[in-house]
């Protein structure tokens, strides 16, 4: 096999250099660009999505710290609020003993005022019964 060198070959390998050097000087600077340009759109793109993406982390970060922290102080309150009514619950209750003692103490005292004054009154009508006794026994008035 022989390659022949004729003046084809020549013509096709000048068409082949003015094709490359206007390629080279006319359509490759603006693809290359465009293609830089594109790429550093991309790179961008992706810096800002990192960076939101980091930003919505810290958020969701921060919305959970809060709510924990909000759950905790409402804890808080929920136990605050029970033992204050536990304490106004036990104010109550003594209070109400203190006072119902009082009334059974003074039921107490009026009762022993009420049966003081019935034995006196059944003192004197028991020396009046027992002289209406005799004196109906004796069948004659008794002096006293």
């Given at each position: 096999?022989?390659?022949?060198?004729?003046?084809?070959?020549?013509?096709?390998?000048?068409?082949?250099?003015?094709?490359?050097?206007?390629?080279?000087?006319?359509?490759?600077?603006p693809?290359?660009?465009?293609?830089?340009?594109?790429?550093?759109?991309?790179?961008?793109?992706?810096?800002?999505?990192?960076?939101?993406?980091?930003?919505?982390?810290?958020?969701?970060?921060?919305?959970?710290?809060?709510?924990?922290?909000?759950?905790?102080?409402?804890?808080?309150?929920?136990?605050k609020?029970?033992?204050?009514?536990?304490?106004?619950?036990?104010?109550?209750?003594?209070?109400?003993?203190?006072?119902?003692?009082?009334?059974l103490?003074?039921?107490?005292?009026?009762?022993?005022?009420?049966?003081?004054?019935?034995?006196?009154?059944?003192?004197?009508?028991?020396?009046?019964l027992?002289?209406?006794?005799?004196?109906?026994?004796?069948?004659?008035?008794?002096?006293?």
């Open positions: 096999m022989t390659i022949d060198l004729n003046i084809t070959m020549l013509f096709q390998l000048a068409f082949f250099v003015a094709s490359y050097w206007v390629m080279k000087t006319m359509l490759f600077p693809v290359l660009t465009l293609i830089k340009r594109r790429e550093l759109m991309i790179a961008k793109a992706n810096e800002e999505l990192r960076r939101r993406d980091a930003e919505g982390k810290q958020m969701r970060e921060d919305y959970n710290r809060k709510m924990r922290d909000a759950r905790i102080q409402a804890q808080e309150i929920h136990n609020n029970r033992q204050v009514s536990a304490e106004r619950e036990r104010e109550i209750l003594e209070a109400a003993r203190k006072k119902a003692a009082q009334y103490y003074e039921g107490e005292v009026k009762l022993e005022e009420q049966r003081t004054q019935a034995r006196k009154e059944l003192d004197e009508k028991a020396d009046e027992s002289n209406q006794i005799v004196e109906k026994i004796l069948g004659r008035p008794i002096s006293s």
